[in-house]
């Protein structure tokens, strides 16, 4: 029999990302998250509108979605409880969080240069999505009121925001694509580090046959990543 519960939430299990965005004073912030998911070259990404992060997407429009692999759990426990953020929101405050300006430093990954973005990439990470802000969408609009910032055209919101972003780059590393295959990442050989109820697990290996998978993967080709291709880096701004 299933019971009625209330628990306080819902992180069902989903991979860490590690975003990346330029801070005022041209620094790199660093900051795990996981309320995130793809479609096409597109992913959503939310956040508590007091982080640091989601400012520097909606003041610069750019960032770099960092997927850490399980390898890399260290580097996101030691981004734990650290913010961009000066002063620290009494949010943050309350839970522990402490300001940190060199979060690259501190993670121990090492910051490369990007092709069309501001933002760096952390290198140990196997997989890095430069993107731009496309929309930045108000959840909860129900709950909080997000005009007062509408009005006064100011970055600093209250509440949750979910932005999108349209992926401009990928790199991977060649150890986890397919034999033979350039644009294919082996799901065998991804390893994403998942977060579940704030603790960290990796995957387990495949169960049975997909039928799913029996769709070839161009099927599901946007316009976005043919528009990725052909623009060069130095057009793009
Ligand atoms: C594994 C992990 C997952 C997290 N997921 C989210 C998330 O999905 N959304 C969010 O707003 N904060 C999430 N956090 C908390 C942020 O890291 C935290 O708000 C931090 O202050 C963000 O850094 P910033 O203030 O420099 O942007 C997560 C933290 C960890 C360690």
Redesign the pocket.
């Known amino acids: 029999m299933h019971m009625s519960i209330t628990p306080s939430i819902l992180y069902l299990g989903t991979p ?1 990302v590690l975003v990346s965005t330029v801070n005022e004073d041209g620094s790199y ?1 660093l ?6 998911f793809w479609l096409g070259w597109r992913c959503l990404l ?3 509108g007091v ?3 989601p400012q520097n997407l909606i003041r610069t429009g750019e960032c770099v979605l960092n997927l850490p692999s399980a390898d890399q759990v260290d580097a ?1 426990n030691r ?2 409880f ?4 000066n002063p620290v929101p009494a949010g ?1 405050t309350l839970r522990g ?1 402490q300001f940190e300006r060199e979060k690259f430093e501190v993670s121990g990954l090492t910051p490369v240069a990007s092709e069309t973005v501001a933002a760096a990439r952390a290198l140990e990470c196997p997989i890095h999505l430069e993107a731009k802000v496309a929309r930045v969408n108000p959840v909860m609009a129900d709950e909080y009121d997000y005009s007062v910032h509408e009005r006064s055209g100011e970055c600093t919101l209250e509440g949750i925001v979910c932005i999108e972003v349209r992926i401009t780059r990928v790199h991977t590393h060649p150890s986890i694509l397919m034999d033979g295959k350039r644009n294919h990442i082996d799901p065998d050989r991804w390893r994403p580090l998942i ?1 579940s109820f704030q603790r960290f697990y990796g995957l387990g290996p495949e169960l049975s046959e997909s039928r799913l998978a029996k769709i070839p993967e161009a099927m599901y080709r946007t316009p976005d990543v043919d528009r990725a291709a052909i623009v060069s880096p130095a057009k793009i701004k």
């Open positions: 860490v912030n900051a795990p998250m996981s309320s995130a939310g956040f508590e982080s640091k992060t996101v981004l734990a650290l913010t961009g953020s943050k969080y977060m």
